[in-house]
């Protein structure tokens, strides 16, 4: 037998405080650009910059749209006039219809997740939620396999063809009170897929969403961020 | 009693008139076997009620055969249960034959029915052993005017087999005496010899064993039933089953003198096994109509169980627990009677309207097939033994009475009795899968067929006599104090004791006379509802109770008819508070959750095979299928072909009906080199005949 009891010990506790205590660790979040700091302009055309078009406007009043920022790094490297960078991770913001859980659910929350045609990554970091660094269980949230039970929809990915039956499906047959959180630039406006030929461009065309999370993927700790949002558990 | 007999005349009567009007008028054959076939069974049965309930037993001597002596007809308590349990299901069955019934078909029906019940009144060797045999006769006709002619066949030569053990048990039981009545035979028996007795029994029971449906010699029956017209099997399951195990109640515990343990054992042992093996093979089966017959074997298994255990108390002088045992027997004779026709009457009106016999073809009747689908549930639910319907009832009795044997002395019998309890309860188990699988996958769900979905209504004949038989079944379950005492009339001379007063204890009047229990008990018992009812309603109580002896001071108690009005309260309780809860809500209707996929195929669903392959896998020593698993590769490195083939041959066909079959016909490859063609060796052979003739001949 392994001594994985003596090991535990050994490890001792190694899940976040996050939301009682700021999580300050490294390498947790990929971070977006910080353009509200900076105001600036980019030098050169922004689709030359940003390939995804998240960084728009013109020279002067330069604007961010977080739902399509992939985190490539290119307006960093942007020789001309490097856009500086910030971390953190409590991204999640509600759209004009969203609102957070009433009082009396916001304790527990069943969440069924819904792949509609994801890459692998948000899937992944949702994944991660469970393991013992974020532990969401303790929060009270918990995956379900089974819409009838869930209160919230999970979705990650650009919505592809094959996947609108299912989601609208599962969408329908989820009790009332609902929310739909969309994890992922491509579930927040098609990502880098857009609008091809095969994908919608995001969940917002099908379904109504309630939050919104972007990143390519998202790290965990934004997952979870959008969840306690949801569930009206943070300031 | 002149009324008994003028009743059983004027059924008979019926009949017949009722086949000379089928010969004569063929194209009024519908309304005349409703009329005669109807009307006889509701005569006989007012016939067996009648004399159920008279202290008299009704005797008399048609007419004497010379050489033979005195044909007799008695109706005592015993023919008279099992005229009634035969009557209740023949009337259905005539209900639903009526309409079905073709040509020379309605003439052998009504005369099966006509031999029905002599086989239960005569009392004498010759006129039963004449009605059994005109009975088995019509059974053979009746099956074999179906479309196929070889399980007929077997039935015939397997019957045979058993009326010959019969006539040899009979006829050594009568080697004594010398009359051929079976009160004469019942006097002489007193006195023989064990060994003699024993070879009575075994030749008996096994012998009517073959109609009863017990193993080894039931091979004929799934066979048979699933051959036979749909028209006529209700009537063919529903009754003639009761008759094997009539001739087995008759002889083995009303002539024979219950002495000794040994053949209650080898009848418990028997039962137990029966109604294992016939569940299994129940559970795993795919025609509905076999799966029925398979399930019969199960219940004649269970009847015979506690038929045995009853034996074995009486034996051993536990009175008391043996008239518990027997009523528990009959009672679940008349509601297998009962549910059986129901289930057959509604799996013929399943295979009428859509032509399917098969589970994994079925689906999804209940929305097309309404009514036949409410009656079915019932009938699942009875024969699964589910209170409030009847077959709860006689099996929490049997089971019970096994329980009792905590209170017999000898340790190995006790180790038979646990055995064949543990038996009887995986039975019971497997029988709740055998038919929640038989109604799920048959009227839920989704249409397999495309068939389905032209269906034709149940005719009104089959909705009226399920009904029938459905409000029987519930009544059956509902009120067991009641239905109790008049199956001890059947049993109390059996064991000379008082079954209904052992069971029911009287709750509802105080008088202390015939009461068992101590009053401080019985008051006990009082405080928690058992005398509801008490002033209005009729009878001792509404409670099934007995107690165990010293060794086990436990109380057995049930009452299906305060659970029934607990239930219908509940229930309507539930109903009301959820009502006023959600009066101010909306109901919001959305459509199934299949997991999200486009369209949910009637492929993608659970088939009847899947929902029995636990079982199969569980019981794979007892089945032991055929598996024929072939791949071939079609081209080199790409896909191969599979082929999987499974089969289970039944247990009792590879161990006693393969052998049988195998071995005659070595006999006979062996016999048939005396036919050599050649003339002196035939004159030889006539030569040797006549020299064993004279031989024998100087003997006598």
């Not at chain 1, 969309?182 to 969940?203: D, E, K, P, Q, Y």
């Not at chain 2, 019998?413 to 646990?418: E, G, L, T």
């Not at chain 2, 509940?570 to 009066?583: E, G, P, S």
């Not at chain 2, 598996?627 to 289970?648: G, N, P, S, Y």
Request: proline letters at 5%.
């Amino acid at each position: 037998m392994s001594n994985w009891v003596l090991k535990g010990l050994q490890s001792g506790v190694v899940t976040t405080r996050y939301p009682r205590k700021e999580e300050k660790a490294q390498g947790i979040s990929p971070g977006f650009p910080d353009i509200d700091s900076q105001g600036g302009d980019i030098n050169g055309r922004e689709e030359d910059v940003c390939p995804t078009a998240a960084l728009y406007g013109d020279s002067n009043s330069l604007k961010l749209d977080k739902g399509r920022c992939i985190h490539c790094f290119r307006c960093v490297r942007n020789t001309g006039h490097p856009v500086s960078w910030t971390s953190g991770f409590e991204w999640a913001s509600f759209t004009e219809k969203g609102t957070p859980f009433p009082k009396i659910f916001q304790k527990s929350l069943y969440i069924r997740v819904v792949d509609s045609g994801d890459c692998g990554a948000c899937l992944n970091e949702v994944k991660l939620l469970n393991n013992p660094l974020y532990n969401m269980h303790r929060l009270g949230l918990f995956i379900t396999p089974t819409p009838r039970q869930a209160d919230i929809l999970l979705i990650v990915g650009p919505v592809t063809d094959h996947m609108k039956t299912a989601l609208r499906k599962t969408y329908d047959a989820m009790p009332e009170p609902k929310r739909v959180m969309a994890v992922g630039s491509c579930a927040l406006t098609g990502g880098i897929f857009s609008s091809g030929f095969t994908s919608g461009s995001g969940v917002s065309s099908l379904i109504p969403v309630d939050i919104e999370i972007p990143g390519c993927p998202p790290p965990p700790l934004a997952v979870l961020h959008g969840l306690l949002t949801l569930a009206g558990r943070t300031k | 009693m002149t009324t008994i007999g003028t009743l059983i005349l004027s059924g008979l009567g019926i009949y017949f008139l009722g086949i000379l009007g089928v010969l004569i008028f063929p194209k009024k054959r519908t309304s005349l076997v409703l009329i005669s076939g109807g009307g006889g069974s509701l005569i006989l049965m007012a016939a067996g009620a009648v004399s159920l309930f008279s202290p008299d037993i009704f005797r008399t001597v048609l007419w004497t055969i010379p050489g033979l002596g005195p044909v007799t007809v008695t109706v005592d308590h015993l023919s008279a249960f099992f005229l009634i349990a035969v009557s209740l299901a023949a009337f259905p069955a005539s209900l639903y034959a009526a309409p079905r019934i073709h040509g020379v078909r309605s003439a052998l029906y009504l005369g099966l029915l006509i031999s029905l019940a002599p086989v239960v009144i005569t009392a004498d060797v010759f006129s039963f052993l004449a009605a059994w045999e005109i009975m088995s006769i019509f059974l053979y006709l009746l099956i074999n005017s179906g479309k196929e002619e070889r399980p007929g066949y077997l039935m015939l030569a397997l019957g045979e087999a058993g009326t010959l053990a019969v006539l040899a048990a009979l006829l050594l039981l009568a080697g004594n005496t010398g009359g051929l009545s079976f009160h004469a035979l019942k006097v002489s028996s007193m006195h023989i010899t064990p060994g003699l007795q024993w070879t009575v029994f075994i030749l008996s029971f096994f012998g009517f064993g073959v109609k009863a449906g017990l193993i080894p010699v039931n091979f004929w029956l799934p066979k048979a039933y699933a051959a036979a017209p749909p028209s006529v099997i209700p009537l063919i399951a529903g009754a003639t089953l009761n008759l094997g195990l009539y001739g087995i109640i008759r002889i083995n515990t009303d002539l024979l003198p219950v002495h000794s343990t040994g053949m209650g054992i080898v009848v418990l042992v028997t039962g137990a096994v029966t109604a294992l093996i016939g569940i299994l093979y129940a559970t795993i089966e795919d025609d509905l109509k076999t799966l029925l017959a398979h399930s019969s074997i199960e219940n004649a298994g269970i009847m015979t169980t506690a038929l045995g255990a009853g034996m074995i108390f009486l034996a051993t002088g536990y009175k008391g627990a043996a008239a518990i045992a027997f009523i528990a027997s009959f009672y679940h004779l008349l509601n297998h009677s009962v549910y059986k026709t129901l289930l057959f009457i509604g799996a013929g009106t399943v295979e009428e309207s859509t032509g399917l016999r098969s589970l994994d073809r079925m689906g999804g009747l209940l929305k097309t097939l309404q009514w036949t689908g409410f009656f079915m549930l019932i009938g699942v639910l009875s024969i699964s033994a589910i209170p409030p319907f009847n077959g709860f009832v006689s099996e929490w009795l049997t089971l019970q009475s096994l329980l009792r044997s905590v209170e017999l002395a000898s340790l190995g019998i006790k180790i038979v009795f646990v055995a064949a309890g543990a038996v009887l309860a995986l039975t019971a188990g497997l029988t709740v899968t055998c038919f929640v699988r038989a109604f799920s996958m048959g009227f839920l769900g989704m249409p397999r067929t495309e068939k389905p979905a032209g269906i034709r209504k149940a005719g009104k004949a089959a909705l009226v006599s399920m009904a029938f038989l459905a409000l029987i079944s519930l009544s059956l379950g509902v009120l067991p104090t009641y239905v109790i005492p008049a199956i001890d009339k059947a049993v109390s001379p059996l064991t000379g004791i008082n079954g209904s007063t052992a069971l029911i204890p009287p709750f509802f009047n105080n008088a202390q006379e015939g009461n068992e229990l101590p009053q401080h008990f019985v008051s006990d018992f009082q405080t928690i509802g058992a005398q509801i009812g008490k002033g209005t309603l009729p009878g001792r109580g509404l409670v099934v109770m007995h107690r165990g002896g010293k060794k086990n001071p436990v109380v057995f108690a049930m009452s299906t008819s305060y659970l029934f009005i607990m239930l219908f309260i509940l229930l309507a309780l539930t109903f009301l508070i959820v009502k006023f809860a959600t009066r101010h809500r909306k109901t919001v209707k959305r459509p199934r959750w299949d997991g999200g996929i486009r369209n949910l195929l009637p492929e993608m669903t659970y088939t009847a095979t899947g929902f029995a392959q636990p079982v199969r896998v569980i019981f794979n020593t007892i089945l032991r299928p055929k598996v024929v698993d072939r791949r071939e590769v079609i081209i080199k490195h790409f896909r191969e072909a599979i082929h999987l083939k499974r089969k289970e041959v039944h247990l009792i066909d590879k161990l006693v009906l393969y052998p049988l079959s195998s071995a005659s016909m070595w006999t006979a490859e062996k016999l048939a080199r005396m036919h050599s063609g050649r003339v002196n060796s035939y004159a030889g052979y006539a030569l040797f005949i006549l020299i064993l003739f004279l031989v024998i001949a100087s003997f006598i």
